[in-house]
């Protein structure tokens, strides 16, 4: 039954191709997904030769093509707005979201395969079809969720490491700890001490990084039960998949709470190379710095209020709605204390985005989630009616390009329904789930030979004298 509807899917998804040449190569690859090989190495082995010439013949054929101009706002505003970074497993189109190597979430959800019927897609579906551009079949997630319980073991000197921090240490501060402590194992680092010949750096980078996506849920539940549960730790359950067994190893062996960590693994992966975390990555990485080293600086990026945190954020400013002004608060108080909370210098926030220009579809399949699961609970109908109260208060003010819900705007109510409320923790989570999206792409970078990032900057005075010549 999965087959034939994947099959009906895909042939919609090939008929929009021809309508949307955008999307054309992106379908190209879903459609040669006919190989029942189980093993996810050798698939890549296969691609990788194919996608080197076709970089080959893009930089030969289109190297000098410009891609647009770059203005001084551009300079100072973030780089926003300014295209400059390869990266192949997603693209965020202003309009309609994420797309996951030409899917978008619903497509997603209803292709890839998922622990029940008609369950939340499994991340490491989402994980194969990063690397290789196709759906997988069931039998090649399972594979997959196998593999990764085999790689998933975790030396004790990284429970060391963490425990000689502080208890009340941040637990981003824990998680990245832990993930420098695991560097010590690292494949590719050895490999390059050694003298490995750069066509097959891809290689170990490939070994490191699924060990990485492995291990992390195992160091971020240490973390969390060290903190919040007394270091009481609950090992690995063997049966269950990758989001299950984090949510397992959490405590949480609710089957629902089970499949809200599937679709928060799989919509937190990725969200193109632009975003701080993403970048970080890719940059370090650059440098020829392991996967280990990269994601540690990326989770140091998510760390940021601006970035990951922001996820943390919005709980707590939900809870301080229902503490000043209760559960059942009316649109009209709850628009008063929005514009209080502008007021004061503050953001509302769960609201507005450095690239979407709509609703966040992260955003909308959590609201769905909660409508299936949840429908009643007292947190949910609040966000319902900051969706109805804030954007237009949001347009209003004029200030603001997207006034619409992010992802952050829903994810924590869901978590805190379920029993997860320590809301300092939730980037820990976003971090396990962009490790994903990270790593696929860092084993592209190595393949593809990409080369280190090294852009140009300038001093104001620069600018200044730019922009008078120009003016003349």
Known sequence: MVFYRSVSLLSKLRSRAVQQPGLRNSVRWLQVQTSSDIDLHSQLKELIPEQQERLKKLKSEHGKVQLGNITVDMVLGGMRGMTGLLWETSLLDPEEGIRFRG????????LLPAAKPDGEPLPEGLLWLLLTGKVPTKEQVDALSKELRNRATVPDHVYKTIDALPVTAHPMTQFATGVMALQVQSEFQ???EKGIHKSKYWEP?????LSLIAQLPIVASYVYRRIYKNGQVIPMDHSL??????AQMLGFDNPSMQELMRLYVTIHSDHEG?????????LVASALSDPYLSFAAALNGLAGPLHGLANQEVLLWIKSVVEECGENVSKEHLKDYVWKTLNSGKVVPGFGHGVLRKTDPRYTCQREFALKHLPDDPLFKLVSNLYQVVPPILLELGKVKNPWPNVDAHSGVLLNHYGLTEARYYTVLFGVSRAIGICAQL??????????ERPKSVTMEWLENYCKKAAT
Do not use: M
């Open 241 to 246: 998949d990758y989001g299950g067994n984090f």
């Open 274 to 282: 632009g975003n701080v975390s993403a970048h970080t990555g890719h």
């Open 443 to 452: 084993i592209w970078d190595r393949a593809l030979g990409l080369p280190l």
């Open 103 to 110: 899917l978008s979430i619903p497509e997603c959800q209803k």
């Open 190 to 192: 050895k490999a390059y």
């Open 205 to 209: 980078t490939y070994e490191d990084s």
